[in-house]
């Protein structure tokens, strides 16, 4: 949650510090976006120049253009979604000292927040806002009374905080010095030249350079324009890892989108095409490089546990039925949050598979932990370089989806289904379950299916008619089997986070289990039908639920494979999907429900990119 962003460079005060910071943070709006803030550290003065504003970015660069700020030398800001205090202006970050010479901005819960106000209040600290973050503000700058070091001050303050946090710190006396510290928080370092940049995530300066250091947990990095320097909360020296992005800077633009979410899904047939690039030797074998796990550990795993969260969950959900079909591997997938708090069943045998956009999902990072701590082994299929869960995980399969700018996810999700395939079909090379023709079949499948992803985007103009028609809908349900049940649990939520609409997915199967009782005159229901050349008495399953819907007034919305006409007597409308072997069907089957969903939203007036209440990386439990 909460986007940071720290410059230091300009040796002569000039514009560049708020120009970098405010350019991050439109880039990090989408980790939250109820308030931002900005504090400059001038040349010479005794205080430092800040702006915040409740509301999106817009709202504080309306501000700075009404007032403008004087030069600086050093600079943060902050995007935040709120935890402790409401979105106001006052609660907005940075926070400051009382005699306004230090500010910090944090990202994270101060858990013991509440002793420390009240230390503060008792040495007669009057503190102006709600929030946990102003109380680090007050220690550091106690600390920093008595060991006039900034450095040493925040790492004093580091150790006696409990909870999670990313805190920059910048002080008057120290104009080209910018102080970070992170605990089970993001923050990555970005390297410039003659200047140097920290952000919760590379987008916050990849405008800039593509040079990053990654940091580890519980350390403090300092930054000034020529030097880095990273210790441990004790002051102990680390070397940080090097490493480069490869995400290009306009890749996180619009690129002529009305929206980041439109653009997105444009890039699907890239994403998977760039996710699958690369993966194979001369011979063709699958050879995944970024794995790093010994092949003996991966014989010998018994039972495969995905854990993610939200849409992460479903590419999981899917990653199951392909992964067990051709591996033989029981695979169980758990909401990353549910896995950790119920004692699972994790042994040395256990390959744990953590499916994260972001990297920095706390709820799947802590479960990656305690996968680890129980002796499993865990691959990431991660999207972001340089974040926490691939650092701590065993191995990591990176999706090459490029950066996601949109709250609400598009793209990650079929590079992430993308990811598990290969290592499903990895695994079936492996362990040999499946014939390497059967395998170079299925990669043959997989390396046409963007193609197919752009032939439905590119013709969903039905769709989107459709979709635009239905903007003052109530409810839509969302039914699917096999692999089409995860599609329709993901169009239920693209449709209940964009439009903020109710919808539900469910398995096609249960609904004369009980759902079936929420069919009346009219209902909207979409229904992801499995292709006819599969298992034949999956496709007919399906169309005996359509027909049980359209008996009850259900208006039918299907997905169907092109050429399907058993589906036509009974759909209200129909979107065809091209042709693909069953398995991998979710890659173009989900693309018109992510098209309804940004589309009717739209219609209503709303910001698809920046959905209310939401931030893209929940880095809090
Ligand atoms: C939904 C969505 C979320 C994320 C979830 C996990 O559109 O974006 O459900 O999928 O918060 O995020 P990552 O993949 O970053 O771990």
């Given at each position: 949650m909460c986007g940071i962003v720290g410059y230091v460079g300009a040796q002569?005060?000039?514009?560049r510090p708020l120009e970098v910071v405010m350019g991050g943070l439109k880039r990090l709006e989408y980790r939250g976006y109820d308030s931002a803030g900005v504090a400059l550290v001038p040349q010479e003065g005794r205080a430092l120049a800040t702006a915040k504003k409740a509301g999106k970015l817009a709202n504080l660069a309306a501000e700075l253009e009404a007032t403008p700020l004087p030069a600086a030398t050093a600079a943060i800001g902050h995007t935040r979604w709120a935890t402790h205090g409401a979105p106001t202006d006052v609660n907005a970050h940075p926070h400051l000292s009382e005699d306004g010479a230090l500010a910090v901005i944090h990202n994270g819960i101060i858990e013991n927040f509440a002793e420390l106000r009240a230390e503060l209040e008792a040495a007669g600290v009057t503190l102006t806002s709600e929030t946990d973050t102003e109380v680090v503000a007050h220690l550091v700058a106690a600390a920093y009374a008595t060991t006039p070091d900034l450095t040493e001050a925040l790492r004093s303050v580091a150790r006696r905080l409990h909870g999670t946090f990313t805190l920059l710190a910048v002080h008057v006396d120290a104009p080209d010095v910018v102080v970070g510290a992170r605990h089970d928080s993001p923050l990555v370092v970005g390297l410039g030249d003659g200047e140097n940049y920290l952000g919760s995530d590379v987008a916050a300066f990849i405008a800039h350079t593509r040079e990053a250091l990654e940091l580890g947990q519980d350390q403090v990095v300092t930054i000034t324009p020529t030097t880095v320097s990273v210790t441990d909360f004790d002051g102990n020296p680390v070397e940080a890892r090097r490493f480069t992005v490869d995400w290009d800077a306009a890749a996180a633009e619009k690129g002529g989108f009305g929206s980041f979410m439109d653009k997105e899904i444009h890039d699907q047939p890239h994403a998977v095409a760039d996710t699958l690039l690369g993966r194979t030797d001369t011979t063709g074998r699958l050879v995944l490089d970024d794995l790093r796990v010994d092949e003996a550990v991966l014989r010998q795993v018994d039972k495969i546990i995905v854990i993610a969260c939200g849409t992460a969950a479903y590419a999981g959900q899917v990653a199951k039925y392909a992964i067990e079909h051709w591996c033989r591997i029981p695979v169980e997938v758990e909401l990353a949050h549910e896995f950790r708090y119920r004692d699972p069943i994790v042994n040395s045998k256990t390959l744990v598979v953590a499916v994260s956009q972001s990297g920095e999902t706390m709820d799947t990072l802590m479960a990656v932990r305690h996968a680890r701590e129980q002796g499993a082994t865990v691959l990431a299929i991660v999207n972001t370089h340089g974040s926490t869960i691939p650092r701590e995980s065993d191995a990591v399969l990176y999706t090459h989806a490029g950066p996601e700018v949109a709250v609400a996810s598009t793209k990650a999700f079929l590079a992430q289904i993308t990811a598990a395939y290969l290592l499903g079909l990895y695994l079936a090379q492996l362990r040999g379950t499946k014939f390497p023709d059967e395998i170079a079949e299925m990669l043959d499948a997989l390396r046409e299916l963007p193609e197919k992803i752009q032939a439905v985007i590119d013709g969903a103009g039905h769709v989107r008619e459709v979709a635009r028609s239905m903007a003052d809908v109530a409810s839509v349900l969302f039914l699917g089997r096999h692999v089409g049940y995860p599609v329709a649990m993901e169009g239920a939520l693209k449709l209940k986070e964009l439009a903020y609409i109710h919808a539900e997915g469910f398995a096609a199967g249960e609904l004369k289990h009980g759902p079936i009782a929420l069919i009346e005159e009219g209902q909207a229901v979409f229904i992801i039908v499995p292709s006819p050349r599969g298992r034949d008495s999956l496709h007919s399953k399906v169309i005996s639920n359509i027909q049980e819907i359209r008996a009850r007034g259900a208006r039918t919305l299907v997905i169907a494979e092109e050429g399907d006409s058993d589906v036509l007597p009974f759909a209200d409308e129909v979107f065809y999907v091209p042709q693909t072997p069953v398995l991998l069907a979710p890659l173009v089957s989900v693309v018109p429900l992510q098209i309804f969903a940004m589309e009717l939203a739209t219609a209503k007036g709303l910001d698809v990119d920046q959905p209310r209440n939401l931030a893209k990386s929940v880095t809090v439990e």
């Amino acid at each position: 949650m909460c986007g940071i962003v720290g410059y230091v460079g300009a040796q002569q005060a000039n514009g560049r510090p708020l120009e970098v910071v405010m350019g991050g943070l439109k880039r990090l709006e989408y980790r939250g976006y109820d308030s931002a803030g900005v504090a400059l550290v001038p040349q010479e003065g005794r205080a430092l120049a800040t702006a915040k504003k409740a509301g999106k970015l817009a709202n504080l660069a309306a501000e700075l253009e009404a007032t403008p700020l004087p030069a600086a030398t050093a600079a943060i800001g902050h995007t935040r979604w709120a935890t402790h205090g409401a979105p106001t202006d006052v609660n907005a970050h940075p926070h400051l000292s009382e005699d306004g010479a230090l500010a910090v901005i944090h990202n994270g819960i101060i858990e013991n927040f509440a002793e420390l106000r009240a230390e503060l209040e008792a040495a007669g600290v009057t503190l102006t806002s709600e929030t946990d973050t102003e109380v680090v503000a007050h220690l550091v700058a106690a600390a920093y009374a008595t060991t006039p070091d900034l450095t040493e001050a925040l790492r004093s303050v580091a150790r006696r905080l409990h909870g999670t946090f990313t805190l920059l710190a910048v002080h008057v006396d120290a104009p080209d010095v910018v102080v970070g510290a992170r605990h089970d928080s993001p923050l990555v370092v970005g390297l410039g030249d003659g200047e140097n940049y920290l952000g919760s995530d590379v987008a916050a300066f990849i405008a800039h350079t593509r040079e990053a250091l990654e940091l580890g947990q519980d350390q403090v990095v300092t930054i000034t324009p020529t030097t880095v320097s990273v210790t441990d909360f004790d002051g102990n020296p680390v070397e940080a890892r090097r490493f480069t992005v490869d995400w290009d800077a306009a890749a996180a633009e619009k690129g002529g989108f009305g929206s980041f979410m439109d653009k997105e899904i444009h890039d699907q047939p890239h994403a998977v095409a760039d996710t699958l690039l690369g993966r194979t030797d001369t011979t063709g074998r699958l050879v995944l490089d970024d794995l790093r796990v010994d092949e003996a550990v991966l014989r010998q795993v018994d039972k495969i546990i995905v854990i993610a969260c939200g849409t992460a969950a479903y590419a999981g959900q899917v990653a199951k039925y392909a992964i067990e079909h051709w591996c033989r591997i029981p695979v169980e997938v758990e909401l990353a949050h549910e896995f950790r708090y119920r004692d699972p069943i994790v042994n040395s045998k256990t390959l744990v598979v953590a499916v994260s956009q972001s990297g920095e999902t706390m709820d799947t990072l802590m479960a990656v932990r305690h996968a680890r701590e129980q002796g499993a082994t865990v691959l990431a299929i991660v999207n972001t370089h340089g974040s926490t869960i691939p650092r701590e995980s065993d191995a990591v399969l990176y999706t090459h989806a490029g950066p996601e700018v949109a709250v609400a996810s598009t793209k990650a999700f079929l590079a992430q289904i993308t990811a598990a395939y290969l290592l499903g079909l990895y695994l079936a090379q492996l362990r040999g379950t499946k014939f390497p023709d059967e395998i170079a079949e299925m990669l043959d499948a997989l390396r046409e299916l963007p193609e197919k992803i752009q032939a439905v985007i590119d013709g969903a103009g039905h769709v989107r008619e459709v979709a635009r028609s239905m903007a003052d809908v109530a409810s839509v349900l969302f039914l699917g089997r096999h692999v089409g049940y995860p599609v329709a649990m993901e169009g239920a939520l693209k449709l209940k986070e964009l439009a903020y609409i109710h919808a539900e997915g469910f398995a096609a199967g249960e609904l004369k289990h009980g759902p079936i009782a929420l069919i009346e005159e009219g209902q909207a229901v979409f229904i992801i039908v499995p292709s006819p050349r599969g298992r034949d008495s999956l496709h007919s399953k399906v169309i005996s639920n359509i027909q049980e819907i359209r008996a009850r007034g259900a208006r039918t919305l299907v997905i169907a494979e092109e050429g399907d006409s058993d589906v036509l007597p009974f759909a209200d409308e129909v979107f065809y999907v091209p042709q693909t072997p069953v398995l991998l069907a979710p890659l173009v089957s989900v693309v018109p429900l992510q098209i309804f969903a940004m589309e009717l939203a739209t219609a209503k007036g709303l910001d698809v990119d920046q959905p209310r209440n939401l931030a893209k990386s929940v880095t809090v439990e």
